[in-house]
């Protein structure tokens, strides 16, 4: 009997075993940043990348543009926001509108996270052996999800198994 419960589970436990990889790759990804005196989170590379490429854009685009949901960009941001790695204003013209855009201390910094990120690359495709077919599998099940919800799926199988 194997000692990884997890994987012994297979399929059945999927997003455990999606988590786990991202926690142990977010990790060693924070120590590295520790040892390079780097004050920053693994999860904020994504606003990171996207405001270096867009400039200043809206919390929501943020948002949309990542697939996350809204409270959880905003509490990334204020994070990065009280590490002063971004600025938030108020947009002039809807001032409920919150825009986000890179600070200098960030700018200053983006040479050096640049390098990381591309360490990053390097490692994952040095993990999946240049095979990328795995995006197409992710793709296909955000794809799925996106056009029939989990919650939708399972419900209708629970109450199919009820049936029977």
Not at 106 to 118: D, G
Request: proline residues 2%; aromatic residues 8%.
């Amino acid at each position: 009997m194997s000692v990884d419960f997890i994987k012994d589970l297979g399929y059945k436990a999927l997003d455990s075993r999606f988590k786990r990889i991202s926690d142990r790759m977010a990790h060693d990804v924070r120590k590295l940043y520790k040892e390079l005196g780097i004050d920053v989170e693994p999860n904020w590379y994504l606003v990171f990348m996207l405001l270096q490429k867009r400039g200043t854009i809206s919390m929501v685009t943020i948002a949309e543009a990542l697939g996350y949901a809204h409270p959880s960009i905003v509490a990334l941001v204020k994070k990065m926001a009280e590490k002063d790695y971004v600025k938030i204003k108020k947009d002039e013209v809807d001032k409920r509108k919150q825009m986000i855009s890179l600070s200098p201390k960030a700018i200053k910094l983006l040479p050096t996270l640049e390098q990381i990120w591309h360490s990053c690359e390097q490692a994952i495709l040095e993990l999946l052996a240049k095979d990328l077919t795995i995006l197409q599998y992710l793709d296909d099940i955000d794809t799925a999800l996106k056009n029939t919800s989990f919650h939708q799926r399972f419900k209708q199988a629970y109450l199919t198994s009820k049936e029977s």
